[in-house]
């Protein structure tokens, strides 16, 4: 079974600071990890998939198999990235994708 | 590409009446996923297709609830009757098995009186 766990439900830091998002997974094949974000009221929309190794946004991400982890990190947050983050598994099924409960991070001025 | 084009964007409607949601994936992409978004449950898959065949519904909460893709640029989800607690955002998301990528639709927003 796949599973997804983002252990903190709401997140507040200040502007400028390192912000990070946990997400920790459970598959027992080789997975694809994704981030995903969704703006106030907005569609989800593609972060960041762990094949690509790509930084977006100033956000990186490092899967992590021994410890079963895909964090998001960013050193300065900026208030633009107040949002909702869901971390996603998927596993050899169609794409299908299993999500995360969400994080709500919130960037004080 | 316009990306996944939902309709209604917002919907109102009474309890017991029938709710038909709309959705056009992006052309090209063979797989489509319905997803519901509440504060409580957060992000829950009801059900996706493979070119128009429905893989996986074991998500779909109740009998009242029904998908459909025809054809391979359009879906619908039904509820029927509704119920108050059928209110939620009701995602559409494709994908193309080429890059493995789901795109999200802009939702739903259904509120059942």
């Known amino acids: 079974a796949q599973r997804v766990t983002q252990p903190e439900k709401l997140l507040s830091v200040f502007k400028g600071a390192p912000v990070e998002l946990k997400c920790n997974y459970s598959y027992s094949g080789s997975p694809e990890l994704f981030w995903y974000v969704q703006y106030s009221r907005q569609r989800l929309q593609l972060l960041l998939r762990?094949?690509s190794r790509e930084s977006i946004k100033g956000f990186t991400a490092d899967l992590n198999k021994g410890e079963t982890s895909f964090h998001l990190k960013k050193p300065f947050a900026q208030e633009e990235d107040s949002a909702m983050y869901y971390c996603a598994l998927s596993g050899t099924s169609y794409g299908k994708l299993t999500f995360g409960q969400g994080t709500i991070l919130t960037v004080h001025p | 590409d316009a990306g996944v084009i939902q309709s209604p964007r917002h919907e109102v409607t009474e309890m017991g009446q029938e709710v038909t949601l709309r959705c056009k994936p992006i052309?090209?992409?063979?797989?489509l996923f319905w997803y519901r978004q509440t504060m409580m449950r957060g992000l829950e898959l009801l059900i996706y297709f493979n070119n128009n065949v429905p893989i996986d519904d074991s998500g779909m909460p109740e009998d009242r609830f029904s998908a459909k893709m025809p054809n391979a640029s359009f879906s619908t989800l039904k509820i029927q009757p509704s119920e108050p607690r059928d209110s939620a955002v009701y995602f559409c998301?494709?994908?193309?098995?080429?890059?493995?990528?789901?795109?999200f639709g802009a939702g739903t927003r259904l509120s059942v009186l």
């Open positions: 998301a494709s994908r193309s098995d080429r890059t493995n990528i789901q795109y």
């Open positions: 052309s090209g992409h063979n797989s």
């Open positions: 762990h094949i």
